[in-house]
């Protein structure tokens, strides 16, 4: 058959060719050209009908195999998405069928109402009074920038006055025996109000330092013409024009609302306010939360109640059954969360108060190492611990190591500050959880070396590590309260 094909193919172009040399041959000049290109054209017309001219194998790698090149799994993607949807649809399903809608706004708004008073909600109080502190600071800070009190005071004033702002709240807390939720909330804000705190004093440090160097050396008179554009790198010599003049009620209550944790005499600052964002950001923020709250109630609280039987019995397998059972909604809600927080409610800030550094995350879903996905989530506690923590122990002295482990446990003790007080037990898990990414650090560093690999153990530290955590007080808050 491929005979007879062949035959019948060659003389198919055989009949062809004299139309094609007299087309070709038509124009008077060029004719020798002409001839050549029809032979050519011819054998390339005969290669290609010949079977034995093409030939089926080359040598080429398995698209699977890594020496391949090939990169696009895309459809894998869709697939695993359309898995994702399937599953959880199910899941969904299954919980409707077992427990019916469990979701009530009504009931948020009358549990959220009936514990709103002073001993089951401090934080009202509480932050109020928290101004008698910061008023104190800016005081504080007046007089040392006149000269009325010593360095020294103020190493040893703003150290104790932090611990003080810090532990009051917690006494105040494990006293009125307030509603977890409503103590957390207001811990959280006296934790943001000293991190500001020692951010602002720590600025005003410097640039007293820079006043003084720059009078004992006699240069700075003819900097003061010098204009500051908002959001320009500041430097020492312009410290010598803002300070003082920056130091004001005003600019002091902006640092704390704006979103961010680290002080700066000047701010970047944004022309105008987009009501089209505003709008945006304020629809996301009410039905994110809403959506969050909605989960937590019809989800995550059946199986954090059916999973206290198997962590009581020290059922392992049954513990290992619930804990991935609770993953998936978690991190689900983590996610949320994290939107929720860091585009919505911190870009809705920015945007009232005119604050144009709207850099609050990276690209923390491709860490390929711990550190890197600490440094990326929560952009203003990386700021933070990078500048009021790392660099002034790298500039004393101290490794690179010690500075990662000092930050690590600053990290750890404000974890468990926030819920440790509020639950009224200290069990340390948090802690446990924060510190234990030093370790996991160095296996995503130097085991696996990034790449896929340690972007897969970021990915399982947050889908195992935060269920694991929420069960253990769970289950520890079960058996004070109830057992």
């Known amino acids: ?13 055989q009949r062809r060719r004299p139309q094609q040399q007299s087309q070709v041959a038509a124009p008077g000049d060029g004719g020798s050209m002409s001839n050549g290109s029809s032979r050519e054209a011819e054998k390339r017309i005969s290669q290609k009908n010949d079977p034995l001219s093409r030939p089926v194998h080359r040598p080429q790698d398995s698209l699977f195999s890594s020496s391949s090149g090939w990169t ?34 009504l009931e948020w708004v009358r549990v959220a109402v009936a514990d709103f008073s002073f001993t089951n909600c401090p934080n009202v109080a509480l932050v109020l009074a928290s101004n008698l502190v910061i008023l104190t ?9 006149r000269g009325l009190l010593p360095e020294l005071f103020a190493a040893i ?39 500001k705190i020692v951010s602002y004093v720590h600025v005003n440090y410097w640039c007293r330092c820079a006043v003084r160097a720059a009078k004992n050396a006699a240069a700075g008179g ?41 002080y700066e005499l000047v701010f970047p600052r944004s022309p105008r306010r987009r009501k089209s964002f505003l709008i945006k950001r304020t629809a996301e923020l009410i039905f ?24 009581s019995d020290m059922n392992i397998s049954r513990m290992v059954e619930r804990v991935l059972k609770l993953a998936v909604p978690n991190l689900l809600i983590w996610l949320i969360f994290f939107y929720t927080l860091f585009h919505s409610a911190l870009n809705l800030v920015a945007e009232i108060l005119c604050f144009a550094d709207r850099e609050f995350y990276r690209d923390f879903w491709n860490a390929e190492s711990i550190q890197y996905f600490w440094k990326t989530w929560n952009i203003p506690v990386h700021r933070w611990a990078l500048r009021h923590i790392f660099m002034p122990m790298m500039r ?5 190591k010690s500075a990662i482990v000092v930050v690590f446990f600053v990290s750890a003790f404000f974890h468990e500050y926030l819920i ?48 694991m955590s929420i069960l253990m007080y769970v289950h520890d808050w079960y058996l004070i309260h109830y057992a």
């Open 1 to 13: 058959y491929h005979y007879l094909s062949g035959s019948m193919a060659t003389e198919t172009v």
């Open 72 to 105: 696009n799994y895309r459809g894998f993607f869709n697939l695993s998405m359309l898995l994702l949807v399937v599953s959880n649809g199910r899941v969904a399903l299954e919980n409707l069928i077992k427990y019916g809608v469990l979701v009530s706004p």
């Open 137 to 145: 600071v800016f005081v504080t800070e007046r007089l040392l920038e």
């Open 157 to 195: 004033f703003y150290p104790l006055l932090i611990c003080f702002h810090l532990i009051v709240p917690v006494g105040v807390t494990l006293v009125l025996q307030g509603n977890p939720l409503y103590s957390s909330g207001a811990l959280m804000i006296f934790v943001i109000e000293s991190l």
């Open 222 to 262: 003819k900097k003061g013409e010098e204009k500051i554009v908002d959001g320009e790198q500041l430097t020492s010599s312009d410290a010598l024009q803002l300070y003082p003049s920056t130091l004001t009620l005003s600019n002091l209550y902006y640092f704390l609302f704006a979103p961010t944790l680290c």
């Open 288 to 311: 994110l939360m809403f959506l969050m709250l909605a989960l937590i109630q019809q989800w995550v609280v059946p199986l954090v109640k059916n999973s206290m039987a198997p962590f």
């Open 396 to 400: 004393n002295g101290y490794s690179k």
């Open 420 to 467: 440790s007080a509020p639950l009224h037990m200290f069990r340390l898990w948090a802690y446990y959880g924060m510190m234990a990414q030093i370790p996991l650090s160095f296996v995503t560093d130097h085991v696996v070396k990034g790449g896929r690999a340690g972007n897969i153990v970021v990915w399982l530290s947050l889908i195992l590590g935060q269920p």
